[in-house]
């Protein structure tokens, strides 16, 4: 019988194929994940490290929500969705918060030391692209002065219908919207000013009360904006009382413009005041500031920036705006995270895709919000001091790694917490101190109750 003899490269094939079968399917399935991740941005994995959380998955469709907002970047139109740390619980407005929104939509305001109109506007929640038209359009309105003042009136979409500026007594500018643009003229009128001076005593709360004494919503929301660090205004009890002293300018029988010169309050047997200085700040009668320092980051040392602040982030692939309302620290689960300021905790649990939440309202003006924490260390209503532990970052939420997602908000409106102008507090030296005292003598006779 013949023997068969096998051959071993035919031996060594029939090895080999099904070994490089194996290796190609890895290869492409590798391939495949590679490319496909970048394409699928919105897709996001929630990883908690807190108990009470499920692990879930979620996608996001790329198609155009119907609701999204349309708005031009870079000269291409856009549509605005929402970021991806957006808690699930609002913060609740009182009717402090609700005081500039007065029935015409219009704000009157005076330049103080850092001011430049788009900063001031962004802070009013004015239309973007009509800012951008009304600044590039008129130069001019770059050469704004501490001390003038100028007034808006919007719709109730946020779109700007008429804009003034104030120069002196007789000199107005008035910039007024005639179809999809901005048209200047000039007003030079005989201004009537009037010295007012305005008392009243709680009896309700001081928003309902300061308006029935006749002063305007724009003059409460200055008085409590310039006191919002040393009073909190809610906490009035009837029998408390207030004294105002501030220049109207009448144009005939309507009211132009006005300026507050200072302010007293009494809370049971303290008093608070604000005068107004030289270059347009506030202070108490000492000449002491009257705002609070913040700290530029929430944490103990500074942290690599590792998503920055973009209201207008345009998606890839989509071309939609897709906003990041804050800055993300890359820190590692469990550094401490420090209140920025003194305030109150409005809001401490967790809520949606910011995860572990804390909501930290700052004054009048000032809210800030830190996401994605492994931990929260205070409870709502509880006052916080600056540079306070308040918890533990981590990667709650809708969050693909260890971060911290920080946000600051100036009247109710997000802002870059790197770059933003904070409030200074710094008093007043030398011959600046002098005048102002000068000035306090006169103003402070006037607020006796």
Known sequence: MARQIKSPDIEKNNFNIPYFSILGVLFVVILFTILWRPLNLDRTVYVPLTPQVETTVNNNSNSLADDGRVEIVNGKTATVTESSDVPEDEIVKDELDDIVDDKDNTVQYTIV?????????????????????????????????????????????????????????????????????????????EVVPQNIVIKGDIKSSFV??????????????????????????????VGDKFSVVLTREMHGKSLSNSQLLGVRVKNGTKDYYA???????????????????????????????SSEFNPRRLHPVTGQIAPHNGVDFAVSRGTPVLSVGNGEVVIAKYSGSAGNYIAIRHGRQYMTTYMHLDKILVKPGQQVKQGDQIGLSGNTGRSTGPHLHFELHINNKPVN???ASLPISEGLTGKSKKAFLSKVKSISSQLNF
């Open 275 to 305: 005068i107004l200085a030289d270059d347009g700040t506030y202070y108490d009668i000492d000449g002491n500031s009257l705002s609070q320092s913040f700290f530029r980051y929430p944490l103990a040392k500074k942290a690599r920036v």
């Open 208 to 237: 309902a009360d300061a308006r029935k004494s006749g002063l305007t919503s724009n003059e409460i929301g200055i008085i409590t904006r310039a006191l919002q660090w040393r009073l909190d205004f809610r906490r009035l009890q």
């Open 113 to 189: 030391r850092g001011d430049t109109l788009h900063d001031i506007l962004i802070r009013y929640n004015v239309n973007r692209n009509d800012i951008y038209q009304l600044t590039t359009k008129f130069k001019q309105l770059a050469n704004l002065r501490i001390g003038q003042q100028i007034s808006w009136t919007t719709d109730d979409n946020h779109n700007l219908q008429t804009f003034s500026w104030t120069i002196s007594s007789n000199n107005i500018r008035i910039y007024e919207k005639s179809g999809v643009e901005f048209v200047e003229s000039s007003e030079i009128a």
């Open 417 to 419: 917490p790197l770059t």
